[in-house]
């Protein structure tokens, strides 16, 4: 199973996640250059195209109001002047594109082509987010045929004149919502225009995903050119798109969109790396975004482990537990490094049934320990791992699993230190790095942290701020969360990047929302809310892990060298 594509992800409102975040100073001159923005009038399309007219690219507003676009150009030549007062004249032109009518787009790139000029970057920005349900002019759901339809049409229009401009970029602008709300089976056309089977924000979703489908299909047959084909999550911005808050959700949305926002200024970013930016050509990106689906990698495809060693934290339940059966299953030695011996070997007793079910042709008794871990405590954790290191075993996988849920209340570990902070992030550092001489004597092996695509817009935006750490005041129980899942992601890069000359296969992964129990444990609110989005969103654990599994076990990790990556799962309908 390959997996589908790699997309440069880029978050510019956290420092931390690169050790040079890229800024509007870093755009290269950009002059010669022509690039195409669609919805380039306002929010991220506008802050966008001030930012490439402003570098020396002569920038074509593709909108589908001319006196908005005429208005929008005068604004940026003025914002360029002041800016960037060192600047030429800004080169600014309006075409007409309406992305609601296909026959209208397919006019509106030929228009372009017709001016004989070359193109090197289309930033396929426009699109409608969570309207209410209604029809394009070609008789598709609106927010599918704008978001996806429109910029198909426009951009394969446009493909020829790509290639002849290369090197040349086409970024396209999807959203984080495709993960959770596109439909889990993928996109069934036949219900497209069923307004009775989807909801404003599934229809979005759906959309979403369909832009990442178009990017990963699209840069797979340009893989022999010099086209740069990527997508991209801006983050949550506060754009237009956010004020009409007429409906409930729609007022939520707003809400949700000033609370955490960024500027589009800050939004844009992400599509100014992408479509800017030399380490684009030089694929030395700052972050890599797997997309993955699981339903390609099965436990029927997990190779014979006999042999293998594995520890897994948190392995007596949810994920913890479905990662041990399946390895086990397969012949491995598996240690459930677990606080509780406890409930450790009630998880001991209720595998080995599981196996012996599931599994009929392993040859012998599946192989389980415990292995006493509490990461709470650093020096118990490092015990633990001094403790494994005794048996003399050799350590071919390590899945750091374990973790402190986003509503659990925040408390101070043994060290002092934040909780979730301590046990997401500081217990498996220390676990891992103690365990890091045996894992790399043991290789191939590989290394597999549980992140969460909360550490995205939830994290600080300035990164991780240790003075603060312990500052319940200035943080939230969902902010300290996304903070230690960040943490997560970059100790993985680091960790890669400092392996990068051992078989030892760091990589990370979102395995989706896995409910502990979809009841809740008490009757406050939290625990309501908690219920209610799982049991709209949730996977189940044996589904959700073989992200890690695959991560653990699949051959393709070693033939593709797969290191530093955060494997994302998406509907298992995702490849064209």
């Known amino acids: 199973m390959k997996p589908l594509s790699q997309f440069a992800f880029w978050k510019p409102s956290s420092s931390a996640t690169s050790t040079t975040p890229f800024s509007h100073d870093q755009i290269p001159d950009l002059t010669g250059k022509i690039a195409i923005v669609t919805g380039a009038n306002s929010g991220l399309g506008y802050a966008t195209t001030v930012a490439l007219a402003a570098h020396g690219a002569h920038v074509f507003l593709a909108c589908r109001h001319q006196g908005r676009a005429q208005e929008a150009i005068r604004r940026a030549q003025d914002e360029i002047k002041s800016t960037y007062p060192s600047s030429s004249s800004p080169k600014m032109e309006f075409l007409e594109l309406d992305l609601n009518d296909l026959r209208k787009t397919r006019e509106s790139a030929k228009e372009f082509l017709e001016k004989g000029l070359p193109l090197h970057i289309l930033v396929n920005n426009s699109g409608l987010m969570m309207v209410p349900f209604g029809l394009s002019a070609d008789g598709v759901e609106s927010q599918f045929a704008v978001n996806h339809m429109g910029h198909f049409v426009f951009t394969t229009t446009l493909l020829g004149r790509i290639k002849e401009s290369q090197p040349s970029r086409i970024i396209t602008i999807s959203s984080i919502a495709h993960q959770n709300f596109a439909p889990r089976v993928g996109i069934d056309f036949n219900t497209l225009n069923d307004p009775k089977k989807t909801t404003d924000i599934s229809r979005y979703g759906r959309s979403k995903l369909a832009n990442v ?101 948190g392995a007596n339940t949810g994920l913890g537990y479905a990662t041990t059966v399946a390895l086990a299953g397969r012949g491995a030695h598996v240690f459930l490094a677990c606080r509780s011996q406890k409930r450790a070997l009630a998880a001991i007793d209720s595998a080995m049934r599981e196996i012996r079910s599931k599994y009929p042709l392993l040859t012998g008794e599946p192989k389980l320990e415990f292995l006493e871990l509490d990461l709470m405590d650093l020096n118990k954790t490092k015990q633990a791992a001094k403790e494994f290191l005794k048996t003399g075993l050799p350590l071919h996988i390590l899945v750091n699993n374990a973790g402190i849920q986003v509503l659990v209340p925040s408390e101070l570990s043994v060290d002092g230190i934040e909780s979730k902070f301590a046990v997401n992030h500081m217990g498996h550092f220390v676990f891992t790095t103690t365990l890091l001489d045996r894992l790399k004597a043991s290789a191939p092996s590989r290394i597999v942290s549980i992140s969460s695509i909360a550490h995205e817009p939830f994290a600080p935006r300035d990164g991780i701020d240790f003075e603060t750490l312990n500052d319940f005041n200035s943080s939230t129980e969902l902010s300290r969360y996304g903070r230690s899942k960040l943490a997560n992601v970059l100790f993985t890069k680091a960790l890669a990047r400092r392996l990068v000359d051992d078989r030892v296969y760091v990589n990370a992964c979102h395995p989706g929302f896995i409910p502990k129990s979809l009841t809740p444990e008490d009757d406050s609110w939290k625990e309501w809310f908690d219920c209610i989005v799982k049991r709209a969103v949730a996977t189940l654990a044996e589904d959700a892990a073989l992200s890690q599994l695959y991560l653990a076990t699949s051959p393709e990790v070693e033939e593709q060298d797969l290191r530093g990556r955060y494997f994302i799962p998406v509907a298992n309908e995702i490849e064209p």
């Open 213 to 313: 489908l178009f990017t990963l299909a699209l840069a797979r047959r340009l893989a022999n050119n010099r086209v740069y084909v990527n997508a991209a999550h801006p983050g949550i911005v506060t754009t237009s798109q956010g004020q009409q808050h007429v409906t409930l959700l729609e007022k939520v949305n707003f809400a949700l969109r000033k609370a955490v926002g960024s500027t589009a200024d800050q939004g844009a970013l992400s599509q100014l790396y992408l479509a800017t930016s030399l380490d684009i050509e030089k694929q030395d990106l700052a972050f890599w975004k797997t997309y993955f689906t699981p339903d390609r990698y099965s436990v029927a495809q997990i190779p014979d482990l006999a042999g293998k060693v594995a520890i897994v934290t």
